[in-house]
């Protein structure tokens, strides 16, 4: 089955008691054993739920791996995997990182002795520089976020298997639908659901999706240990979000690299940051491994005072954080997203204060064009103005 047919039908084709089309919502937190020793294949929610279920087999098929797991949030995902560590190991990461990843690593991992190091994931010869004995895993963000760094992510596997880590992949961007890093030689995917595969900015959800046996077990004992699971309703939620994911991916996709464009060839833009861009330095190694292109991306303007201006004045654009949802919005990430990331990282990545980023909604483009003209051509005014005044 090709994998729009099988967003679609998530939870349509597995209820066998009443055919519903919809998969229900088991809000039960126990299950009766039909006798001593036996089991429904369920006994208590946190450690299996049906509903939630659906979701994790879902998953781990989409993302072609051997075992799924839904938590309350993306960070909860990922303080689980960071759970697979004990105290001396060390970790590789992507350099332009999603801030809360970062501050978990730092201000909580670090407690309790797991150690990271930031570089471009990309760069095979500083992946080596700082691999230690200690180091266990690389984690990798492609494209990250804000930056829009690209990562060869078959590559970067092949490289960590050859010398004992794990990989994992931050997919949360592209979602399985354009890339799927576990047939390039990845070991875990995880993704803030709560992104593009809810897509209606109404759930907050994690995913996981693990490859090989003792690795999936393992990340089952620490889901049901740590227990951060995501409950049926909102797991149901997230599954009405990931059916449309084909269609909101393609138009996310199309969206952006219209306005992408659009804003390439305006006089106020200095740079734009997505990989859709064919002047973007990573674009072949993107279309090596991706069938597509986010929805999200970066652009600086020529003016720091422009941002201020053009954050009052756009209408339909929506200042707000998050990305990924029908609704397009526009963040600050050097005040916004980013504001855990100490000044020097951020400044070594490029988060700098004229950089804004710009999560593409699935409205009509010439709208979204129209709103950021018109916000451009105010906030020019007010800054021409501005200078004027000295
Ligand atoms: C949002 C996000 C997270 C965190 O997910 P939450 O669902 O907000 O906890 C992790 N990684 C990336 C790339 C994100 O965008």
Known sequence: MRIESRLAQIGSVSEPVTGAVSYPIYNAT??????????????????KNPTRAVLEEAIAELEAGDAGFAFSTGMAALQTIFSLFRSGDHLIVSLDLYGGTYRLLERIMGKFGVTASYVDTNDLEALERCRTESTRAVLIETP?????????????????RSRGLLT??????????????????????VHSA???LGGHNDVLAGLVVTKGKELSEEMAFLHNSIGSVLGPNDSWLLMRGMKTLALRME???????????????HPLVAEVFYPGLESHPAYSIQRKQASGNTGIFSFKVTDARLVEPILRHIRLIAF???LGGVESLMTYPAVQTHADIPEAIRRQVGVDDRLLRFSVGIE???????????????????????????
């Open 144 to 160: 990250t976020n804000p930056l829009m760094m690209v990562t060869d992510l078959a590559a970067v596997s092949a490289w960590a």
């Open 251 to 265: 138009r996310h996709q199309e969206n952006a690299t219209r306005i992408a464009q659009y804003l390439e060839g």
């Open 30 to 47: 126990a299950f009766r054993h039909p006798r001593l020793g036996q089991s429904t294949g369920f006994d208590y929610s946190r450690t």
């Open 168 to 189: 994992i992949v931050d997919n949360t961007l592209l979602t399985p639908f354009f890339q799927r890093p576990l047939e390039l030689g990845a070991d875990i995917v």
């Open 364 to 390: 009509h483009a010439d709208d979204l064009i129209a709103d950021l003209e018109q916000a451009l051509v105010a906030a020019e005014e007010e800054t021409k103005g501005a200078g004027s005044r000295g």
């Open 194 to 196: 709560t992104k593009y």
């Open 320 to 322: 707000a954080e998050s």
